[in-house]
Structures are given as structure tokens and as C-alpha cells.
Antibody, heavy 118, light 110 residues
């Protein structure tokens, strides 16, 4: 079945780095734009970044621009988020999601928790 | 990009209808029909309920409907059921080729 599974979350100190992964299955990964969305504890959803199907088009939220890097490996059906210079306010559950042609997010993973704390 | 504005909470009795508003600007909701709605029960990942303002994905009950007027989109749940109790978020594509989510609305079934 169509599925997204995130991994790589954990506890990291302020200023540290972490790399999240998202494994896709059940659909033609290389045909879809993919995105990362996060949710701080008890807070709402925040769009973080998306990448085009080929990887040639990339956009970021202002809050992470210059610190986070999105990438993908279509041969491995995988999406990544490299997070550097992490701050306490980056603490959140990070979801990867598939972007449909309608530009909505039609498939979501279960999320991976990132905690930035000393 | 500021978050789209939603009411913090709405409530209704089983069988009633509730409507959630989502107010943006001419740079997002007002210009694009790329407004979508997501349902998020506690402790779970969001689920797409409405896309392109008023379209329902396969499997979403027709009790859920969407509309838009100017800079404000709306989600209506008709015939409210206990299983509809969740947080709901709107989202819109923007003129900067980015996305913005709403502040979220908690729906309570009395």
C-alpha cells in the first residue's frame, strides 16, 4: 500500500545537526513532489520545504532557510532533510508528505520527533 | 508568511452542522484555488479531507464540504458525528510558491 515512513529523529543539542529520512513505497516516487511539514508540541502545522520530482525545484520556509536542506534519491525512493544549526524552536514532530497534482498533501507519514535541548 | 486565521474552536451536537473559516490574503487564499483541509485526531498524522477548495478525496464522507469567497475559505461538516472530533487545518499555496497552514480549529462534538 501507499506508505511513507520517517526516521532519524532524536535528541540533539542547540547548534547541532540531524538528518531525517523518509522512505516511500507503494507509488512511483519519482513522479511526485515531496514535502516536509512540522508540528511543535501542542502547536499547529508549519510547512517547512518541498522538492520537485526531479529535485531541480526547491523551496523553504523563511524560518529554516539557510539552515535546512531538502534532497531526494529517486533510485532509493527516499526523501531527506538535513538540519543544521538547530534551535530550541525547531523542536517538533516532522512529517514527510506527498504533494498531489492538486498541490494538496495527500499522503502523510507517521512523523518523527526532533527535540533540541541542552 | 503569516499563518491563515482560523477560529480556535467550534462545537456542535451530533447531527448538527458546523463551519470553520480560514482567512488569508490576496497572496494566497484569495488568488489560488489551491486550498486544502486536513483532519488530525489526537496523536495521529493529518489526513487530507478537501483539496482545491471543494473536492473530496475518495473515501471522505460527503458530510464534508468546502467553499471559498474572496480571501476566506470554509469547511462545513454536516450531520456531525462523534468521530469528527479532531483538529482541522486549512492550507493554501501562495504567490511565493510556498505553502501556509491555518492556525487550526478544534472541533468538539457535544
Amino acid at each position: 500500500q501507499v506508505q511513507l515512513v520517517e526516521s532519524g529523529g532524536g535528541l540533539v543539542k542547540p547548534g547541532g545537526s540531524l538528518r531525517l529520512s523518509c522512505a516511500a513505497s507503494g507509488f512511483s516516487f519519482s513522479d511526485y513532489y515531496m514535502t516536509w511539514i512540522r508540528q511543535a508540541p501542542g502547536k499547529g502545522l508549519e510547512w517547512v520545504s518541498y522538492i520537485s520530482s526531479s529535485g531541480g525545484g526547491i523551496y523553504y520556509a523563511d524560518s529554516v532557510k539557510g539552515r535546512f536542506t531538502i534532497s531526494r534519491d529517486n533510485a532509493k525512493n527516499s526523501l531527506y532533510l538535513q538540519m543544521n544549526s538547530l534551535r530550541a524552536e525547531d523542536t517538533a514532530v516532522f512529517y514527510c508528505a506527498r504533494r498531489a497534482v492538486s498541490r494538496s498533501f495527500d499522503i502523510w507519514g507517521q512523523g518523527t520527533m526532533v527535540t533540541v535541548s541542552s | 508568511q503569516s499563518a491563515l486565521t482560523q477560529p480556535p474552536s467550534v462545537s456542535g451536537s451530533p447531527g448538527q452542522s458546523v463551519t470553520i473559516s480560514c482567512t488569508g490574503t490576496s497572496s494566497d487564499v484569495g488568488t489560488y484555488n489551491r486550498v486544502s483541509w486536513y483532519q488530525q485526531p489526537p496523536g495521529t498524522a493529518p489526513k487530507l479531507m478537501i483539496y482545491e477548495v471543494s473536492n473530496r478525496p475518495s473515501g471522505v464522507p460527503d458530510r464534508f464540504s468546502g467553499s471559498k469567497t474572496d480571501n476566506t475559505a470554509s469547511l462545513t461538516i454536516s450531520g456531525l458525528q462523534a468521530e469528527d472530533e479532531a483538529d482541522y487545518y486549512c492550507s493554501s499555496y501562495t504567490s511565493s510558491s510556498t505553502y501556509v497552514f491555518g492556525t487550526g480549529t478544534k472541533v468538539t462534538v457535544l
